[in-house]
C-alpha cells in the first residue's frame, strides 16, 4: 500500500497547483524536497509530480531542489526560487518550525505555499496536502498488536518504538497515533527513540 501514497499525494498537489497557475502561462512552480535518506523523492515524487504537472500545464517550468536534510540550505534555495519568479512552491520542509519563515516569506510576496507531506503548523500553508499521518500511526500500531497476540506473545510484552524526525511535525503524529494504537493493548512502549533527519543509519 505504502508504494501508491507519493502518487496520490502528487495527484492532490498538482489539482492544487493546476488551479493556481492554469491562469498564468508559463508559470514557474517549485517543488522543494527535504533529503535524500529516502529514495522516493529522486526515483517516485519528482518524477510523479513532474509528469502530472506536464499534463496539468504543459508551459509551466518546474524547479526541483534537494535539501539534503539542510535547513540552512533549504532556505537557500528556497529564497533562489523565488528570485527565479516561483509563483507556487511545493515545500516538504526540513525543519517544520524553521519553514514556517519562509512561509510567511512567499505569502508576503503573493507566492502560493504548498506543504507538501509535513504540516506547517505554527503559519499554516496555502495548502497541505498529506495523509492522515495520526491514523497511518494507529493502524501501524493496531497491525503489530494483532501480530504479537497471533503469535502468542503474552500480555505485558514490551515495544521498542522507533520514531521518525523530530523536526518533522508529520512524525509527531505519526507517534501520536502509535500511541493511541498501543493504549489499552496489553503490550507497552519500554523505550522509545526519534530518528534525526530521517536517516536508516541513526535509526
Known amino acids: 500500500m505504502t508504494r501508491y501514497i507519493p502518487t496520490l499525494a502528487l495527484s492532490v498537489a498538482a489539482a492544487l497547483l493546476g488551479s493556481a497557475v492554469l491562469a498564468q502561462e508559463a508559470a514557474t512552480v517549485a517543488f522543494l524536497m527535504p533529503d535524500q535518506a529516502s529514495t522516493r523523492y529522486e526515483q517516485h515524487d519528482f518524477p510523479g509530480f513532474k509528469a502530472e504537472m506536464a499534463k496539468l500545464c ?13 535547513v540552512a540550505l533549504q532556505q537557500q534555495q528556497f ?80 515495544v521498542l518504538e522507533i520514531n521518525g524526525s523530530p523536526t518533522d511535525a508529520a512524525a509527531g503524529l505519526i507517534r501520536d497515533g502509535i500511541h493511541e494504537g498501543l493504549a489499552n493493548s496489553g503490550y507497552t512502549t519500554r523505550a522509545e527513540f526519534d530518528t534525526p533527519d530521517w536517516a536508516p543509519p541513526k535509526a
Not at 504543459?58 to 539542510?70: K, L, R
Not at 508576503?108 to 496536502?129: C, E, L, N, T
Open 58 to 70: 504543459a508551459d509551466c517550468t518546474v524547479i526541483y531542489q534537494n535539501a539534503n536534510a539542510d
Open 79 to 158: 529564497n533562489s526560487v523565488i528570485t527565479q519568479g516561483a509563483k507556487v512552491i511545493v515545500l516538504d520542509p526540513v525543519d517544520s518550525a524553521a519553514a514556517a519563515a519562509l512561509v510567511t516569506l512567499a505569502q508576503s510576496q503573493g507566492i502560493k505555499v504548498i506543504a507538501y507531506d509535513r504540516p506547517i503548523p505554527a503559519v499554516p500553508a496555502d495548502f497541505y496536502v498529506s495523509f492522515d499521518n495520526q491514523g497511518i500511526g494507529k493502524a501501524i500500531a493496531e497491525s503489530l498488536v494483532a501480530r504479537m497476540k497471533a503469535d502468542g506473545v503474552p500480555a505485558g510484552a514490551g
